[in-house]
């Protein structure tokens, strides 16, 4: 088959991401993982998945999904740009008596970027996330719509994402239900996630 291209995916080591690695692979992409650092989970307490993505466990996940399926995996350690936009934020928000979106504002200045840089360090074209939400063009422009599952949709969560990422943005899951998402890992033997 030949390759659509090169895509870099985000993969936090849970299932969303998981599939939609696959699926871009199944797809005919050549697919690179990458798994970003946001924090030290070790020195807060835990390292194991229960305490969020990014773990050590995660990592571990996300590595295993690669090389089970013949694609690279890398690390990017970005919990120093983490720390300062997103942790500073979300508690000066609280402080404020206002309550934070940490989602919103990682996604907007810190994750797509970071993912974009790498990608273009690495070659690749495109970059993927594991989202529940949908990019279409409409009048010359790139628009977030909700994806199908409307009690997993995670458009509000893109919102400030730049037009020259969405460009090269794809967003696999978008056009599924997460009861899909978990038929397909089991299919592919992923239970772990």
């Not at 993969?11 to 050549?30: N, R």
């Not at 309550?99 to 993927?128: S, Y």
Request: hydrophobic letters at 35%; charged letters at 25%.
């Amino acid at each position: 088959m030949e390759s659509k291209g090169r895509v870099l995916v985000a993969m936090s080591g849970g299932i969303d991401s998981s599939v939609a690695a696959v699926l871009l692979h199944e797809q005919g992409y050549e697919v690179i993982g990458m798994t970003m650092k946001t924090w030290d989970y070790a020195s807060s307490g835990g390292d194991k998945k229960e305490t969020g993505c990014c773990s050590l466990d995660s990592i571990n996940d996300a590595r295993h999904i690669a090389v089970s399926l013949g694609f690279p995996h890398y690390i990017l350690d970005i919990r120093e740009e983490f720390g300062d936009s997103v942790i500073d934020y979300f508690t000066q928000e609280y402080v404020d008596g206002r309550t934070p979106n940490p989602c919103v504002m990682c996604n907007t200045h810190i994750k797509w970027d970071a993912l974009l840089r790498r990608a273009d360090q690495l070659g690749c074209e495109f970059i993927a996330t594991g989202h529940y939400a949908q990019i279409r063009e409409e009048g010359g422009r790139h628009v977030i719509s909700k994806g199908v599952d409307a009690l997993k949709d995670q458009s509000y969560v893109l919102w400030g994402v730049s037009q020259s990422s969405l460009a090269r943005t794809i967003l696999p899951l978008g056009g599924l239900t997460k009861a899909r998402i978990r038929e397909m890992a089991t299919e592919r033997g992923f239970v772990d996630l």
